[in-house]
């Protein structure tokens, strides 16, 4: 299995504020790698494929980057509405594998 | 616009079966265009993938489930289902299902449905 690391775990952080998450594959994934926005209650909802690729209807403050081993997603002006847990995917190989999520809270 | 709803007992005894069944509205679940997945989280956890289907001719699964689970499809209803069996307290979780978009080889799961909470309990 590939193991998916996120880093932070939490973070705190203001409305404006320029956001960055890493997410680190156990071995190389090439640009197999997705990003999820989950709110409380609710299922995850996709903002980014193919490591780079914005889905449809996503903010374009939304930008994710990295291929091998090492990615990251970006939120470039935090907005109210983004403070929610992220999680990265890899679909390299099956079994497809999740990162523990990191967790945007309010500063 | 495609829409999945997840249906099934919200709680299951320890050793019994758990069933849940997807039902697609909006489109057509034998396209062949998609593969339609199974995916879980336990209470304050992280998701797990549990496995997908393809149009009833290959299936794939979790090893770390040990064989217990069944995927399968129904095209009269637009619907497909999971069966979990000899089901344990760690089964307890929200249960998802979500159609896999495709690209090239690339595949993500979009949309997803609201998930159901299952309780494995005495």
């Known amino acids: 299995d590939i193991q998916m690391t996120q880093s932070p775990s939490s973070l705190s952080a203001s409305v404006g504020d320029r956001v960055t998450i890493t997410c680190r594959a156990g071995?190389?994934?090439?640009?197999?790698l997705n990003w999820y926005q989950q709110k409380p209650g609710k299922a995850p909802k996709v903002l980014i494929y193919a490591a780079s690729s914005l889905q449809s209807g996503v903010p374009s403050r939304f930008s994710g980057s990295g291929s091998g081993t090492d990615f990251t997603l970006t939120i470039s002006s935090l907005q109210p509405e983004d403070f929610a847990t992220y999680h990265c995917q890899q679909s390299y190989s099956t079994p497809l594998t999740f990162g523990g999520g990191t967790k945007v809270e309010i500063k | 616009q495609v829409q999945l709803q997840e249906s099934g007992p919200g709680l299951v005894k320890p050793s019994q079966t758990l069933s849940l069944t997807c039902t697609v509205s909006g489109g057509s679940i034998s396209s062949g265009d998609f593969y339609w997945s199974w995916i879980r989280q336990p209470p304050g956890k992280g998701l797990e993938w549990i496995g997908y289907?393809?149009?009833?001719?290959?299936?794939y699964y979790n090893p770390s489930l040990e064989s217990r689970p069944t995927i399968s499809i129904d095209t009269s209803k637009n619907q497909f289902s999971l069966k979990l069996n000899s089901v344990t307290a760690a089964d307890t979780a929200v249960y998802y299902c979500a159609r896999v978009s495709l690209t090239g080889r690339h595949n993500w799961f979009d949309p997803w449905g609201q998930g159901t909470l299952v309780t494995v309990s005495s």
């Open positions: 289907i393809y149009y009833r001719v290959s299936t």
């Open positions: 071995q190389s994934i090439s640009t197999y």
